[in-house]
């Protein structure tokens, strides 16, 4: 792209002022944190903190040495936000990108919250960049007028004569320049936010968006100097383990400790309403105390009796139910009056099992409880969450939480919203300790201990014409509740529309006229939580692999039977893009010998992605995936490169998700333990990725999970093209693809 190294003066017309969005107030509301960030070092940040500096909003500080501090209100997880949400700030604001220091924002909603997440401070769902998109651009654009009219005022020129180069005021018909760190010696910042208009992003002629800078978390997490919480010493600190109840509700009833105490570094055992604390002098004496805990359960608990096997009996029989009342998310149109009027009508029903996030870094977290407060460590997607859940567990107000926000080995949906109860435990254990705690999940812990994706039933209806095109739509979902027991509050405000576990039934590019999607979910007992790509990982499965199935019965090419569906939209011409391009990447139409090739699409809330998988089977009905192709239009990439390899990490992740990974549910507890009985991908079940990033000026939309979804669809539709089997339950098991060719009376070759 053409990078321009000037920016135009500022538009010095009538000023105004904003009103009614957060975070756009000029007024400083917090104090700045220290300034002991990813990219400083101690001797460097402990100059700056005695330089002199002028803050220009929430988000912005100029010292007078011409360091530039950004505000980064994101967790970083390994997505790249850290770096990512500051290039927005400074390309507007035209930063001398060299001379920026980034810090973690500390929690607030009000000041830090993302918009697209009712103003919280959450990091999820893709949807950091989209998000805060605007309002970055905005907040930058504002502190360049800041800079800007206070060069104008020192030279006693028109604002409009003033204009920026990277980190510099200038004022071209003088020649004269002002650095912007000179000018943080004299600025006069303004009450409130001047409104300054940011062009369009379709016109937009960004400097720093749009090219590959370094991820600044990179370096430390090469060299080790990163910080975890995991990572995290502090004087006087003792270490706690947990043993959780085996489900939700079933406390513990009686507990024998006798065996625990009698470990030699056992400092003390903490009865809890879910569990038994252990706290001991080092971490191994803990765990070992916590697996010679004997307690007996509740046996009122909801998951008691409960399996997968059972869960798919009674989810089949409501999928089927006509008479079973669901919860619409999607109504266009009357899509039972149109299946009815019909010429053709198919109906599929698909499955998924209970998935398990699989983050590299067990949930662990420090506190240190006081008589004045606490001060907790730990690695979050939401801070203002983890805050109010200690103060919370504590009884005491949030204002004396001290938070210090560590980097995240991996989220996943894991790390978020009431899914903190790792650090609650940290807190619990060093209240009844009286000194720092550091409690630690094993992996046993974080697999038994879960909150999985739920178990799913789909089944879709769909009514056609005599011409082929689909003209009605009819997708019903039956899962475990996941909004209802993960934030209550918010699933009483949707009144009952569970937007985890309903995301990804819309079909938003797809020119059909009549659609519902409705939702029956269930309260199994079981623990839920959002897992990357949310429902749109099973949702979406269900639709790919059911417009697959159309297409063969109606002898149609599955890409041009895709094509042929799509809306006269420009989103859906985006989408047509996808797919051909794809297909021409991949070499669609060409046979293979003894392999297959699948395809799948996605509109994921805007981001267009297609994808393609290239696969054969072995004799024991394992698939090996050789190659899988990917086109992603995600709209303005800010970090080009980042969102390939994002991309790939959605990919890889997805490909677990559709060959191997699986929860089983035993009398109402995990069955699995680690990853010997847990199998992720390895290394050498990798195939060749192939990536194409499509840049159009569209808003940017999400990146960080979009290809997920793809996966299991594209596997499933390549295997039946191999075999003309179809695979409706995920992940696609060998010994469940052995079965359905057996039912089939097919053969591997």
Request: aromatic share 8%; hydrophobic share 45%; charged share 20%.
């Amino acid at each position: 792209m053409k990078i321009n190294t000037a920016k135009k003066p500022v538009n010095a017309g009538r000023r105004r002022f904003m009103v009614g969005t957060a975070g756009l107030t000029f007024g400083v509301a917090v104090a700045t944190p220290g300034l002991q960030h990813l990219m400083a070092g101690a001797a460097e940040a402990a100059a700056m903190n005695n330089a002199g500096s002028v803050r220009l909003n929430n988000w912005v500080t100029v010292f007078t040495d011409g360091t530039v501090a950004i505000m980064s209100p994101a967790a970083e997880m390994g997505q790249g936000s850290l770096t990512a949400l500051p290039v927005i700030v400074a390309d507007e604001m035209d930063a001398d990108w060299s001379r920026v220091r980034i810090i973690a924002a500390p929690p607030n909603d009000k000041l830090y919250g993302n918009p697209a997440f009712r103003f919280l401070q959450y990091t999820a769902g893709s949807a950091t960049i989209t998000g805060y998109f605007n309002n970055l651009r905005q907040f930058g654009a504002q502190v360049r007028y800041v800079l800007l009219d206070n060069a104008a005022q020192r030279w006693g020129v028109p604002l409009a004569e003033v204009a920026s180069e990277p980190g510099y005021a200038v004022h071209p018909r003088s020649g004269r320049r002002l650095s912007y760190g000179e000018i943080a010696a004299f600025a006069k910042v303004p009450a409130q936010a001047p409104e300054v208009t940011v062009e369009p992003v379709a016109k937009a002629q960004f400097r720093l968006i749009g090219r590959d800078l370094p991820r600044v978390d990179v370096a430390g997490k090469v060299n080790g100097s990163a910080q975890y919480s995991i990572d995290v010493q502090v004087p006087g600190m003792v270490y706690g383990a947990i043993l959780r109840e085996p489900m939700e509700g079933a406390a513990p009833e009686k507990i024998d400790d006798r065996e625990a105490r009698a470990i030699d570094g056992v400092l003390q055992i903490v009865p809890l309403k879910f569990g038994v604390g252990v706290i001991a002098q080092n971490p191994w004496a803990a765990f070992k105390a916590k697996k010679a805990l004997k307690v007996s359960w509740s046996r009122k608990a909801t998951g008691w009796g409960f399996s997968n096997d059972k869960g798919y009996v009674q989810f089949a029989a409501l999928a089927k139910d006509p008479n079973a009342k669901g919860v619409a998310w999607e109504t266009e149109g009357d899509a039972a009056g149109a299946i009815a009027k019909a010429a053709t009508v198919f109906e599929g029903e698909y499955r998924a099992d209970y998935a398990y996030h699989a983050q590299m870094e067990p949930l662990n977290s420090v506190a240190a409880v006081t008589a004045d407060g606490c001060e907790i460590w730990c690695g979050t997607q939401s801070q203002t969450v983890a805050v109010t859940a200690a103060a919370q567990a504590l009884g005491i107000p949030e204002a004396k939480v001290k938070f210090n926000g560590m980097l995240l080995g991996g989220g996943f949906g894991r790390r978020g919203n009431r899914d903190v109860e790792f650090i609650v435990d940290s807190v619990l254990m060093s209240k009844a300790a009286g000194k720092p705690v550091k409690v630690i999940w094993t992996r046993e812990d974080d697999v038994h201990n879960g909150r999985f994706r739920p178990l799913y039933v789909n089944r879709i209806r769909a009514g056609l014409d005599s011409q082929g095109k689909i003209v009605a739509w009819h997708h019903r979902v039956v899962s475990d509740r996941v909004l209802a027991f993960m934030d209550p509050v918010r699933y009483k405000e949707s009144k009952g529309r569970d937007n985890i576990a309903m995301r990804g039934t819309e079909l938003p590019t797809y020119d059909i006229a009549h659609r519902l999607a409705e939702g029956l979910q269930q309260d199994t007992g079981m623990r839920t939580a959002p897992l990357r790509a949310i429902g749109v990982g099973q949702n979406s499965f269900a639709n790919e692999v059911f417009i697959d199935e159309v297409a063969a019965k109606l002898g149609v090419d599955p890409v041009e039977f895709r094509i042929r569906q799509l809306a006269g939209t420009p989103r859906a011409q985006r989408a047509k893009q996808a797919i051909e391009e794809v297909a021409r990447m991949a070499g669609w139409g060409r046979k293979r010998q003894g392999r297959g090739l699948g395809m799948a699409y996605l509109d994921y809330s805007g981001t267009q992605v297609a994808g393609i998988a290239e696969v054969s089977l072995a004799k024991n009905g394992s698939i090996r995936v050789h190659d899988f192709w990917c086109v992603i239009d995600a709209g303005v990439a800010v970090q080009p490169d980042n969102i390939i390899a994002q991309t790939e990490s959605s990919i890889v992740y997805g490909l677990g998700l559709a060959l191997t990974e699986r929860i089983d549910i035993v009398d109402g507890a995990v069955k699995q333990s680690n990853f010997f009985d847990y199998h992720v991908p390895r290394m050498r079940d990798i195939p060749n990725i192939h990536i194409k990033l499509v840049q159009t000026r569209n808003h940017p939309t999400g990146a960080g999970q979009m290809a997920t979804p793809l996966v299991p669809s594209a596997i499933a539709n390549a295997l039946y093209q191999l075999t003309g089997v179809r695979l409706r339950q995920q992940p696609l098991l060998p010994e469940r693809v052995l079965h359905a060719m057996a039912e089939a009376g097919v053969s591997i070759a």
